[in-house]
């Protein structure tokens, strides 16, 4: 499956390859240097640490680079009176009896933590353009699913402020 973008998370996955490559990268050989210097590389942590690193941000940029060529890019414009990308929705989970707030986003921004959704997820994939007042079946797996009633959408703005995952 294709990873879906917005032009917001393709600049903001641009910048992390470009600091990546420009200081983390220059840091990271500096630091191989400075402990193959110490001298015997057969007990020497300090160098196996450095190697680590360096190779971790290596994976990182080759992971980014290939999701940018492999992605699908997504607008995030919707009509004002239903569920888009980064709208934030308030959404009322009938069994329960509870309400919850969630922003809809990429599936490489969702972060659980802060209540941000992906698009891709149960939840997001089932309320995504739907309208305030409908009531939404959620569907888990074969044998389970839950309604949600669309209290409120509420059409945010991405500032950019939000890191991307890291995997």
Same mark, same amino acid.
């Given at each position: 499956?294709?990873?879906?973008? %917005?032009?917001?998370?393709?600049?903001?996955?641009? !910048? &992390?390859? #470009?600091?990546? +490559? /420009? =200081?983390?990268?220059k840091n990271?050989?500096?630091?191989?240097?400075?402990?193959?210097?110490?001298?015997?590389?057969?007990?020497?942590?300090?160098?196996?640490?450095?190697?680590?690193d360096k190779?971790?941000?290596?994976?990182?940029?080759?992971?980014?680079?290939?999701?940018?060529?492999?992605?699908?890019?997504?607008?995030?414009?919707?009509?004002?009176?239903?569920?888009?990308?980064?709208? %934030?929705?308030?959404?009322?989970?009938?069994?329960? !009896? &509870?309400? #919850?707030?969630? +922003? /809809? =986003?990429?599936?490489?921004?969702?972060?659980?933590?802060?209540?941000?959704?992906?698009?891709?997820s149960p939840?997001?994939?089932?309320?995504?353009?739907?309208?305030?007042?409908?009531?939404?079946?959620?569907?888990?797996?074969?044998?389970?699913?839950?309604?949600?009633?669309?209290?409120?959408?509420?059409?945010?703005?991405?500032?950019?402020?939000?890191?991307?995952?890291?995997?």
């Open positions: 499956m294709r990873n879906q973008l %917005t032009k917001q998370d393709v600049k903001r996955i641009e !910048d &992390e390859i #470009e600091y990546r +490559k /420009l =200081v983390v990268r990271a050989i500096e630091a191989v240097k400075e402990a193959r210097a110490q001298g015997d590389l057969s007990e020497n942590f300090e160098y196996y640490a450095a190697k680590k190779n971790q941000n290596e994976s990182r940029i080759r992971y980014l680079e290939r999701m940018l060529r492999t992605s699908e890019i997504v607008s995030e414009k919707s009509r004002d009176d239903e569920v888009g990308i980064n709208n %934030t929705v308030t959404l009322y989970f009938v069994e329960d !009896d &509870e309400e #919850e707030t969630y +922003k /809809l =986003v990429t599936s490489v921004r969702g972060n659980s933590l802060k209540n941000y959704i992906s698009t891709e939840i997001g994939a089932a309320i995504l353009g739907h309208k305030a007042g409908e009531t939404v079946h959620i569907k888990v797996n074969d044998q389970y699913g839950y309604d949600v009633v669309i209290r409120a959408i509420e059409n945010t703005v991405d500032d950019g402020t939000d890191r991307l995952r890291s995997y």
